[in-house]
């Protein structure tokens, strides 16, 4: 158990829908990393947050978007879902704002019919 | 374009033998190379590597980094089963206000008993 939380484990939803990914960081941590991982595209970064700011930005559609709350959990929301966004969405944490050890939750499988 | 490419993509090995993974990127504005291990659940955090011919070690793992030629190993000796998994490689870069993950597509390694 890496410390990190995410929530929820599986959601299935009909194209067009918008849908909200949470992840609660491991304690102390200030930095969020979401990722999508589909079969045939490996892990993709999408973005960072660090202390409530983001930090960097990889490969996140315009349809996506993120933010970190004051508590440091933070939520991915996807919207307009169209059948490629199935997939699975790691969040992960870190102490600090560069990409060291990061720790990753247990991902949320989201598959879009 | 950044990119980080592993090989092999598969390989399948008996128990003890000795296997090498290799990561190659070519990426501006390095900063830092993180192996991961990702069976059926979220990657965790093997090797953080910074600097060129300083090797790391784990038990049976071992990892360094060439930033010459641009590439890094990483040796798992005496393999057995629970070393079955998909190791990630992926690349940090720092480039003032641009960071970013780049991750390879990862090689999936099979140890047979």
């Known amino acids: 158990d890496s410390g990190v939380t995410q929530t929820p484990k599986h959601l299935i939803t009909a194209t067009g829908q918008r849908v909200t990914l949470r992840c609660s960081p491991r304690s102390g941590d200030l930095s969020v990393y979401w990722y999508q991982q589909s079969l045939d595209q490996g892990l993709q970064f999408l973005i960072q947050?660090?202390?409530?700011?983001?930090?960097a930005k990889g490969n996140i559609l315009e349809r996506f978007s993120a933010q970190q709350f004051p508590d440091l959990h933070s939520e991915l929301n996807l919207s307009s879902l169209e059948l490629g966004d199935s997939a699975l969405y790691f969040c992960a944490s870190s102490v600090a704002g560069d990409a060291y050890e990061q720790y990753f939750g247990p991902g949320t499988r989201l598959t879009v019919t | 374009e950044d990119k980080v490419v592993q090989s092999p993509l598969s390989l399948v090995v008996h128990e003890g033998d000795t296997v090498t993974l290799n990561c190659s990127y070519e990426?501006?504005?390095?900063?830092?190379l993180l192996w991961y291990k990702q069976e059926k659940k979220a990657p965790t955090f093997l090797f953080m590597l910074t600097s060129s011919g300083i090797e790391k070690k784990s038990g049976r793992l071992s990892s360094i980094l060439d930033k010459k030629e641009l590439f890094s190993i990483l040796n798992i000796t005496a393999t057995q089963t629970g070393d079955s998994a998909v190791y990630l490689c992926a690349v940090f870069l720092n480039a003032g206000n641009n960071r970013k993950l780049i991750w390879g597509l990862g090689t999936s390694l099979a140890v047979n008993p």
């Open positions: 947050y660090y202390n409530g700011e983001e930090r």
């Open positions: 990426v501006t504005n390095f900063r830092s």
